[in-house]
């Protein structure tokens, strides 16, 4: 069964949307099966980022993330990296479908409320930085 690493970002947490995104995912028919709240220190989250290490926004992605606490989960499903891609919407929120969570709680590029794997090698690398394999329960 296919997992995806889901991240609640810090202006999502700040504004009490963690419920609903989680919701949203669950709805979905997603199973959560891993959950956890942190807040992640820069080498963590420049190891998340690092395909992007290049960017001139690098920088200020790795701040932002570990700014404030986030959610962290692991949700499981067939096709699940590509279905929470697809709810997640455009990663410019100004760019995303009305409906989609980046669509309808995104505040700008940075600030985009969810980060989903976007395959399934990149996913198991995701999920083991944020969760031992004990951490993720088979129910
Ligand atoms: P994704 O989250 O939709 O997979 P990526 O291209 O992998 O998008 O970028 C990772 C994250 O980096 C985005 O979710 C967003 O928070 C941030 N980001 C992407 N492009 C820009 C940009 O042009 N300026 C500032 N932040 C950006
Ligand atoms: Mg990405």
């Known amino acids: 069964m296919e997992?995806?690493?889901?991240?609640?970002?810090?202006?999502?947490v700040a504004r009490g949307l963690s419920g609903t995104i989680i919701g949203r995912l669950e709805r979905q028919g997603l199973k959560l099966v891993a959950l956890k709240m942190l807040q992640p220190d820069k080498p963590l989250a420049q190891q998340l980022y690092a395909p992007h290490q290049d960017k001139p926004f690098f920088?200020?992605?790795?701040?932002?993330?570990?700014?404030?606490p986030i959610v962290a989960a692991v949700f499981e499903g067939e096709g699940a990296?590509?279905?929470?891609?697809?709810?997640?919407?455009?990663?410019?929120?100004a760019q995303a479908q009305a409906g989609t969570i980046r669509g309808d709680y995104g505040l700008d590029i940075e600030r985009n409320v969810i980060h989903g794997s976007d395959?399934?090698?990149?996913?198991?690398?995701?999920?083991?930085?944020?969760?031992?394999?004990?951490e993720i329960l088979s129910y």
């Open 81 to 93: 990296v590509a279905l929470i891609r697809q709810v997640m919407g455009a990663t410019d929120p």
């Open 119 to 134: 395959s399934v090698d990149t996913a198991e690398g995701e999920i083991s930085l944020f969760f031992t394999e004990d």
């Open 3 to 12: 997992r995806s690493l889901v991240l609640i970002k810090p202006d999502a």
């Open 59 to 68: 920088e200020s992605l790795v701040t932002y993330i570990s700014s404030s």
